[in-house]
């Protein structure tokens, strides 16, 4: 039987990459001692990912085992939960991820920068993190964004990217049928992380954010994972005041 089981780095370097906000995102190369393991498991389950009905990630996607969340889960609360203004861990998830869809089939909410915070109490925290696993690192890795408009102006145009079909909400906002990786009228790019294969980041939930892809023609490119991750998600209570 083939073995898909990975160690986390037990004496991580935990880099702090600012955003021009003040906030932070937290980087750590070589996570694992083995990430090409979890490439085979991804190759090995093919046939079970799938695209989530109603979710706006935009590709497939495959729920990780408790025993895998679990290490993450432990690596996320020694060294990364106190740095994110987190205090107890409440739940989390991870899956593994692959973007798929061309920039000419995605809708309104799959053009635009999200946040991870949607349906999550406002007196809890929601971090995440995204492991890199793909070798080919013009893929892109992550961007990071602020708006530019009011909070009122914002929260508008994120419910008209749900409720307004792509052809609508071009119309509406002037935009194009691409992965978002720049600044636009509405929102500035407040900072970058590179993909780099085996290294995983940390990042408040609660700022936008997007996969930098400049090269989307590559990601279904025969003999290749494509832009393969892992995404793993932490709600916890926040730090007392």
Known sequence: MQDFSVKFNLRPQVVRIPLETGQSVYVVDDVLDHPERLVALAQAAQAEFVQVPGNAFPGQQLLMDDAFSAQ???FFRLHIRSLL??????QMFSRLSRVTLPPSQLDARQRI?????AGVDPRH????????LF???SLGGTVFFAPRGSRQETETLVHDASALDAAQFATKYGWPASYMAHSNMYFKVIGRVPAKPNRIIFYDGNIFHSSDISQPEKLNAP??????????FFTCTRKAA
Do not use: P
């Open 72 to 74: 993450l889960d432990a």
């Open 125 to 132: 925290t929601i971090s995440a993190s995204v492991l890199y």
């Open 85 to 90: 203004d987190s205090r107890r861990s409440l």
């Open 135 to 137: 070798e080919d690192v």
């Open 223 to 232: 003999d290749s994972v494509g832009r393969l991750t892992i995404n793993g």
């Open 113 to 117: 920068c999200h946040r991870d915070s």
